[in-house]
């Protein structure tokens, strides 16, 4: 897989992810949700942390805008990791496997930081009105958006049996936490890579060839005989 293949992989992920951000920020107010189906909504919330919610202020002694700042510089140099990582599999012609998996985490990854980054310029904030794009008074600054989440699985959604201990009568969730396009694309590409990681981090089929050919060369006799 070339670098233009990766990167059409890319823009097209980018695309998605954040068509359908916009578009929720811009017909939604925050809190509001659209039953798809029993197991499907459409819930429209802003996440100002890391995955599923985690802030640096929950757990470090500083405060709610320094933790975003902080996350926000973080994931821009991770970005920069990812973006090197995959020009180094592309350039070394990895497995089309690795690529694809790279491709689809720096795809996620990018489109995240492009709402932590610039959401809180454009956008006014959406708490009892729809926001508006392109706002006069925008809600943030620079580095200091909010990423847009909208997909949302409550595949079980029931209560604990009353004899149950300490959870009896309780509410019981899953799938409980939203996310967006971006953190499927993430999510994805990790999948990939734990699954098929002896494909992923394999020979790629070029090198394979090579091999086999200097093996038969090498050894032409035993090549007939096989």
Same mark, same amino acid.
């Given at each position: 897989?070339?670098?233009?293949?990766?990167?059409?992989?890319?823009?097209?992920?980018?695309?998605?992810?954040?068509?359908?951000?916009?578009?929720?920020?811009?017909?939604?107010?925050?809190?509001?949700? #659209?039953?798809?189906?029993?197991?499907?909504?459409?819930?429209?919330?802003?996440?100002?942390?890391?995955?599923?919610? %985690?802030?640096?202020?929950? #757990?470090?002694?500083?405060?709610? %805008?320094?933790?975003?700042?902080?996350?926000?510089?973080?994931?821009?140099?991770?970005?920069?990791?990812?973006?090197?990582?995959? +020009?180094?599999?592309?350039?070394?012609?990895?497995?089309?496997?690795?690529?694809?998996?790279?491709?689809?985490?720096?795809?996620?990854?990018?489109?995240?930081?492009?709402?932590?980054?610039?959401?809180?310029?454009?956008?006014?904030?959406?708490?009892?009105?729809?926001?508006?794009? +392109?706002?006069?008074?925008?809600?943030?600054?620079? +580095?200091?958006?909010?990423?847009?989440?909208?997909?949302?699985?409550?595949?079980?959604?029931?209560?604990?049996? $009353?004899?149950?201990?300490?959870?009896?009568?309780?509410? +019981?969730?899953?799938?409980?936490?939203?996310?967006?396009? %971006?953190?499927?694309?993430?999510?994805?590409?990790?999948?990939?890579?734990?699954?098929? =990681?002896?494909?992923?981090?394999?020979?790629?089929?070029?090198? $394979?060839? #090579?091999?086999?050919?200097?093996?038969?060369? $090498? =050894?032409?006799?035993?090549?007939? =005989? $096989?």
């Amino acid at each position: 897989m070339n670098l233009k293949k990766s990167i059409l992989l890319i823009v097209l992920i980018l695309l998605i992810d954040q068509w359908s951000k916009i578009y929720i920020k811009t017909n939604f107010v925050l809190g509001e949700s #659209v039953d798809v189906f029993s197991w499907f909504k459409i819930l429209f919330i802003e996440n100002e942390g890391a995955a599923w919610g %985690a802030k640096l202020s929950d #757990v470090l002694p500083i405060s709610d %805008a320094t933790g975003k700042l902080v996350l926000t510089i973080f994931r821009l140099f991770a970005i920069f990791g990812i973006g090197y990582w995959l +020009f180094d599999v592309v350039k070394k012609k990895s497995s089309k496997t690795l690529i694809v998996a790279v491709s689809l985490i720096f795809a996620g990854a990018l489109g995240n930081i492009l709402d932590s980054v610039f959401y809180g310029l454009i956008f006014d904030d959406s708490y009892n009105h729809v926001a508006t794009l +392109f706002s006069d008074e925008p809600y943030g600054k620079v +580095f200091y958006g909010k990423v847009v989440d909208m997909l949302y699985f409550p595949l079980v959604d029931t209560t604990w049996p $009353e004899c149950m201990p300490f959870v009896g009568g309780s509410n +019981f969730r899953f799938f409980e936490p939203v996310f967006n396009i %971006a953190d499927t694309a993430i999510s994805t590409g990790v999948g990939i890579l734990l699954v098929f =990681n002896k494909r992923a981090f394999g020979k790629n089929e070029e090198e $394979e060839t #090579v091999v086999e050919i200097s093996e038969n060369t $090498e =050894n032409p006799q035993g090549s007939i =005989n $096989e």
